[in-house]
Structures are given as structure tokens and as C-alpha cells.
């Protein structure tokens, strides 16, 4: 890559180069993130944000970067405190962005930064409306109707989820606003909450953000995403709709009412006439099929446009003139861009994948290279962190847009990767990425680490995390092997729903299988093995522990679940463990989940070394799961080591404790397998 641009060389002082031979822990969490495109009203310029962690500072610092489509020097356009999710104004003369929770602007080549809110307790979610006559946002409000009362010294609780994922619920819950916008001033006196008493929030918590809110083309509407229950039912419900508020008349209503799973992301063709949004059909089944959904406002006619097709719809994308939608899916452990033809005839529109290659693509966008259309997406893979990259939406070439980590990459080494495909005890054929040292060398014997992956419907696919990066394990002298076990999507509707009410069933058979397979490799030290996942894959570890059969020297579990009758009464979001549970563990006869699948049962087998790691606001897979099984390890005399992060919920976030968090894991391993 050409030398950055000095302002953003500026950024990078905030984390000193490197040149190391290998992807160390502190070289992975040094690296820069880049966020997704927001391209332009032109469709010439694409910005995005790079985010640079220091370590020493225990903090992460984002700015925002422009970088014209055809290509050239990414220019940082703001500096000093952080700046995230810009936007553009319409007329493409200004770009909005976020600071210290506040709607800041400036203009395109970053000049003239001006703050434009002052929101007591601040705003997100911010957009544009077409016309640039009005903002959307979202803000907290305090609202009556909600099952918990919290004075700072008392809890007074009268529903369910009264906690979600490393926070207990106030009074509080997020709603939609829209206020006027005209001559560069935001009008927040007279902005309108379009739920205005309400006890529901929108974005959906706890991760959902602004592709859940979104103007109609010509500013009349706002469509947005809510599940509009409280208390117990909301607990055990994933019935979410799509809302559609008028600005003239102030009526909303529901769009997608019946349906009893999630109805998310709602987006405008670009001639207004149609709707898009992706729906789950099945009750409590939070990792259902994404089907891709289109409502024609004129009829009211809703149709099914991912009929047959068997993996997920996501993140759609609407061509220019409204012809053609672009989305991503997964197929076989990795992430492909597709194109949908809406001009065909035909019931269901046609569909044809664009991209291929090893690599994940993360986020999509329409942009232009002169008069041609073009898209522009993040890239991602197990050997390269997030950049963007152009791509031919007719044939899938890929281009390189940026390359922001190229001087600290440049002189690391790196493992190979590849595909395994291994044959299931079913019968079935099971993709596995086997990861080597970098050097790798057939003739000698490596220590060798099997990753069990969480969700439990999360691909293993060529995801670059900086969680679990199978370059630094694969750098420390490991080789990691990392199956597509059942109930990971991108192999189909089938593969992915197996899994649910079977946890300690086929996909602990698929596990095993992995493992043996790549270990009658010779290069394979079968007296080094060790097995490290978290969540589903800390369960994995835990049920593994219980059932290996002197496979494994040493396991890690990272906020694992361990006994799934208390998992199933301190979560937070019921209904995720009563669908995958297959009912309630004092039902009778009790599921099968509860008799036979739980690791908990398995505690007498235990005789081998074992690491537990936790965050204590993990209100997810709660501390007490760690707990439970480092009590029973102790007793049984196994060599155990608990680490609790008091800060953290269920990632390890900040970076001085992800530091930690690595050197505990490593510590571990080179212990107990070197």
C-alpha cells in the first residue's frame, strides 16, 4: 500500500509500529479495525472508521477516514477524540458524525466540525432524511410499565428479564425520534418520540442498532423494528415486527403482524413502492433461517423472496434503479456476496452467487466508478483482519480498496490455512479448518488445539477475530483445528437446526471426529492435544472434559455453560434456552437436555487439568457456571484455575484485560502441552 496520508499517520502514533515474525497477542490487539463503508450521495466516496486500541491507554480511539471509490490515499477526516458513525447529509455538502454521544457535522474534506445537539444523557442511530428536511434518532426515555423498580438500594422485581446481557434494566428503554433539520440546525425542541409512552425499545436490545430504523425515500414514514411485549411474555417471545409511523397523521402500524419469530432490518426500494426486511418464522428459535421478506405497499401483498434457498439472507442491498438486490449469505464456512434478479417473471426471483474465495465479506454497499455501479464491501479472513475492497457486481473481481494494517503485517509471518473435509459418524461430510504454525514442518510433531465454537449456531467461518485468532494460537506453535460441527449455518436449513434439543448429541460425535481424523496425521503429537472454546464451545470443553476418553491433556473453557438446569433459571433471555433445551427442566418427563446433555453429569469422569475464565457481568452464560464447575474440580482433586473478570460481560473487551485474558490462556497451554 502507498504511505498513509499524514493526518492519519497521526492516528497510528497512537499505537507504536511493530515488525514482528509472529501474530504475538499484543501484535493482534495493535492492529487497526475498520468499519463499514458509508458511501456517498455521488456514489464516488467512500467513508469508514478505523479504530486504534492502545494497550497502556486501555482504550480504543475510532476517527473517521475518507477514501475516493477509484482508489488513492485514505484521509483521515477528524482527529483527537473519538468519531464513529458518520453519515452523509443528502445534498453530500456536509457528513454527519457521532462525538461524546452527540450529532456533530463537517464538512466532506473534515473542515468546519460543528456540533449540532446537546441531548441530556445523549443520541444514536442518527439519519438524514432523504429531502435533508429532518434527523431520526434514538434516545433513552423514562417510561411507566415496566417490571422492575430500582431506587439504588432496592430491586423490587415483578417480571422477567430484568437483566440483559451485562446490564439490569431501569426504567428506561430506547425510542424513536425524528426533529426537524434545516440550515445546518437540528430543531430538538420540537422532536417528536413516535413511541411516546411506550415500554418497548427500538432497536431491539442488546445489539441492535441503526439498520433497524429507516426512512421512506420520500421522508414520509419511518419504518423501525420492536417487540412491543414486557415482563415474562417478552422473556419467552421473539415476536418482533416491523413498524410504520406516518410523520403527517402520527398513526403507526404494525406491518408484519402473525408472524410469531423476528421481523428485523426493514429497507426501502429506492422508488418507495416496496419493502424488505428479514424474518425468522419459528417461535423462540433465535438462529432460525433469515428469509428474505418484500411487502408491495399498492396490494399489501407480502411474498417470500428466499424461497429455496437454504442458507441465511442477510444485510440486503438495493441496485440503483431498484432491479437488483445484493445481499450476503453464508455457504460452507465462508461469507459470498449473491445478487437477486426482481426484474425476472418468475415467482421466485433468481439468484446467483457473485463472489468466491476463502474469505468473509462483512458489510455491503452501492457505490460508483463513473457511470458504472459497483459495490464496495468489508473483506475479511482468518490471515487478514477487515478492509475494503470494490467489487464487479457482475462477475465478483475484488479490488483493494485499503489496506490499513499493511505496515504492521508486513513482516509477520503467517500459518497456512486449510480446508478438511471429515466424514461424520452419520454418514455425513463435515468441513473442518485445520490451522498450522507458521514454518510449519510435516516431519516434526506439534502440540495441537481443538476449537469448539459458540453460538451454538455460530459458523466457523473465515472470521479474523480478537477474541480467538487462530493466527496467534497457530504462532504460539499450535495447530488448531476448528470444525463446522452440526448447528452451524452455512450448510443448510438441516445442518444448522440439528443441534437444538441434541446438544451433548451428534455435534459432540462431530467434535470427536474432527479431532481424529486430523490426528492420525503423523505431524500431530497425539500426547499434546488439548480442546479450548467459549460459551456453546465452553460447553463443548466442559462436556468434553466429562467424555473424551484420555483424548485431551488440558481444556479451557471461557464462559461455559456447565449445568444446564441452573442455566436455564438465571439467563436472561428465556427463550433462547427453552427452544434449544426443547422445554423446561421440571417438565415431565424432563427433556432429554436436561438428563443426559448437561456436563454437570459428567463430573466423575473428570481427571484432567481444566482452566475456567469469566466475566462477572455476563448475565448470558452467568459467572456461576464457571463457578460450579471449579468447585467440582477442586473437590475432585484436578488441577483447575479460575480467572473472573469483575468487569466484563461475556467478551473480554477492554484491552489491558484481553492482554491478561491471552497470557492466562497461553500460560495455561504451555503448562499442561509443552
Known sequence: MKRLASSLLLIALLVPTFAAAQLTPEAMIGLRRVG????????????????????????????????????????ALTEGASASSPIWRPDGRRIGFMRGGQLWEMDPDGGNATQMTDVEGGLSNVK???????????????????????????????GLMYKHWDNWEDEKVSHVFFAPYANGRV???????????????????????????????????????AKKQTG??????????????????????????????????PVFSPDGRTLVWSRMVTPMYEADRHRLMMLTFATGAVRELSEGFD?????????????????????????????????????????????????????????????????????MSMSAPVDLHVIDPNNG??????????????????????????????????????????????????????????????????????????????????????????????FGEAWNRQISGDWGGQAMQDMLAAIDDVSAEPYVDVNRRGAVGASFGGYTVFWLAGNHEGR??????????????????????????????????WESPAPISFVTHSPHRYVTNWNTPILMIHGERDYRVPVTQS????????????????????NENHWILSPKNSLTWHREFFGWLEEWLK
Open 397 to 490: 473481481r475484488m479490488n483493494t480498496l485499503t489496506q490499513m494494517n499493511a505496515d504492521k503485517l508486513a513482516d509477520v509471518s503467517l500459518g497456512e490455512v486449510r480446508a478438511r473435509w471429515v466424514p461424520t459418524t452419520d454418514g455425513k461430510r463435515m468441513k473442518v479448518w485445520v490451522i498450522y504454525p507458521p514454518d510449519f514442518d510435516s516431519t516434526k510433531s506439534y502440540p495441537t488445539l481443538l476449537y469448539a465454537q459458540g453460538g451454538p449456531q455460530g459458523t466457523v467461518s473465515q472470521f479474523f477475530s480478537y477474541r480467538w485468532n487462530f493466527q496467534v494460537m497457530a504462532s504460539q506453535g499450535y495447530i488448531v483445528v476448528a470444525p463446522n460441527r452440526r448447528g452451524l449455518p452455512s
Open 128 to 158: 438524514y432524511s432523504p429531502k435533508g428536511t429532518h434527523i431520526l434518532f434514538t434516545r433513552q426515555v423514562r417510561v411507566s410499565g415496566l417490571p422492575i423498580t430500582d431506587n439504588g438500594d432496592v430491586r423490587i422485581i415483578t
Open 187 to 225: 430543531d430538538m425542541a420540537t422532536a417528536v418520540d413516535i413511541m411516546a409512552g411506550e415500554p418497548y425499545d427500538s432497536p431491539l436490545k442488546p445489539f441492535g442498532g441503526a439498520e433497524q430504523i429507516n426512512w421512506s425515500p420520500d421522508g414520509t414514514t419511518i419504518a423501525y423494528t
Open 627 to 646: 463457578m460450579e464447575a471449579f468447585t467440582a474440580a477442586q473437590r475432585l482433586g484436578i488441577p483447575s484455575r479460575m480467572v473472573l473478570f469483575p
Open 36 to 75: 463499514a463503508p458509508v458511501v456517498s450521495p455521488d456514489g464516488q466516496t467512500v467513508l469508514f472508521t478505523v479504530t486504534e486500541v492502545s494497550i497502556e491507554a486501555n482504550r480504543g480511539t475510532t476517527q473517521v477516514v475518507a477514501v475516493p471509490v477509484r482508489g488513492g490515499e485514505p484521509k
Open 552 to 585: 485431551f491433556k488440558t481444556f479451557v473453557s471461557h464462559a461455559g455453560v456447565f449445568n444446564l438446569t441452573s442455566m436455564y433459571g438465571t439467563t436472561e433471555e428465556m427463550f433462547f434456552v427453552h427452544f434449544d433445551m426443547g422445554g423446561a427442566y
Open 311 to 379: 442458507n441465511n439472507m442477510d444485510n440486503p442491498v438495493f441496485s440503483a434503479d431498484g432491479q437488483t438486490v445484493y445481499f450476503m449469505s453464508g455457504i460452507e464456512a465462508t461469507v459470498q456476496v449473491y445478487r437477486m434478479n426482481l426484474r425476472a417473471r418468475s415467482a421466485v426471483p433468481p439468484v446467483r452467487q457473485v463472489t468466491e474465495g476463502v474469505h468473509d465479506v462483512t458489510s455491503l454497499a452501492i457505490a460508483k466508478v463513473g457511470r458504472d455501479e459497483v459495490l464496495v464491501g468489508g473483506r
Open 232 to 265: 415474562t411474555a417478552y422473556a419467552y417471545s421473539t415476536d418482533s415486527d416491523i413498524y410504520l409511523y406516518d410523520l403527517a397523521t402520527k398513526q403507526t402500524r404494525n406491518l408484519t403482524e402473525g408472524n410469531p419469530g423476528y421481523d428485523t432490518n
